[in-house]
């Protein structure tokens, strides 16, 4: 399917210009919504005004500036299944372990309705959606992986942003586990693979293999 068949929009939400994705398949009403970020009702604007239902919420990870929608989409469309990784799912519930307890406005939410494991395919919307796991910024995130578009479309969370990576010094953070799943898991697909992060612009493999100072090329090569 071509890419002009998807329709994606991102909407940010304050204080951590957090990233929300939403994609739906051209002729068809129903979308995904990946990481509902702190200002829910922008989303809620959003599907409304454009018609479409939300068919999934995707959690790449469970840090409290890429959860904090849910319960008001869930309050909203209460069938619509929480999906996260399975070894990410219990931040949902805890502020100590999503981290908002840190920042003295604790956050929770509704348990996941769904689970997912590594290589597991997630059908929803119309997508067929690939998880990869790759911890290194959260102990369980995961992202969701598009093969059927061209180009190859990955919502990669806090994974790898355009010239950086997701921040390592959180509790259950690590800089090695994060550099190989990269390099192992996202920079084994195309280079023209369009990689949608939490934060910040788009960007794509190949820009990253290339240019990112953390782990592409350069990164490599002065580890040599």
């Known amino acids: 399917m071509p890419a002009s068949k998807v329709r994606l929009a991102s909407i940010e939400s304050a204080p951590f210009a957090e990233n929300t994705y939403l994609a739906n398949l051209e002729g068809r009403n129903d979308c995904l919504v990946v990481d509902p970020g702190l200002e829910p009702e922008k989303i809620w604007e959003y599907l409304t005004e454009n018609g479409l239902t939300p068919a999934a919420l995707l959690i790449t990870h469970g840090h409290a500036d890429h959860i904090g929608g849910i319960d008001f989409l869930k309050r909203k469309w209460p069938d619509c299944p929480i999906v996260i990784g399975r070894n990410e799912a219990p931040k949902l519930t805890s502020a100590q372990l999503n981290l908002s307890a ?18 597991q395919v997630y059908q929803a919307a119309g997508f067929d959606l690939e998880v ?6 959260s102990s369980g995130h995961v992202v969701f992986i598009w093969k059927q578009g061209d180009p190859i479309i990955v919502f990669v969370g806090d994974v790898i942003f355009a010239g950086s990576v997701g921040r390592c010094d959180f509790p259950g953070g690590s800089f090695p586990l994060l550099a190989a799943g990269i390099q192992q898991k996202l920079f084994d697909l195309p280079d023209s693979t369009v990689l949608l992060p939490g934060h910040g612009p788009p960007t794509t493999v190949g820009i990253e293999k290339e240019q990112n100072p953390y782990v592409g090329k350069r990164a490599r090569r002065e580890d040599a």
Do not use: F, K, M
């Open 102 to 119: 840190d920042y003295g406005i604790p956050v929770t939410c509704t348990p996941a309705d769904v689970l997912v494991d590594e290589g």
């Open 132 to 137: 990869r796991e790759i911890p290194g910024h």
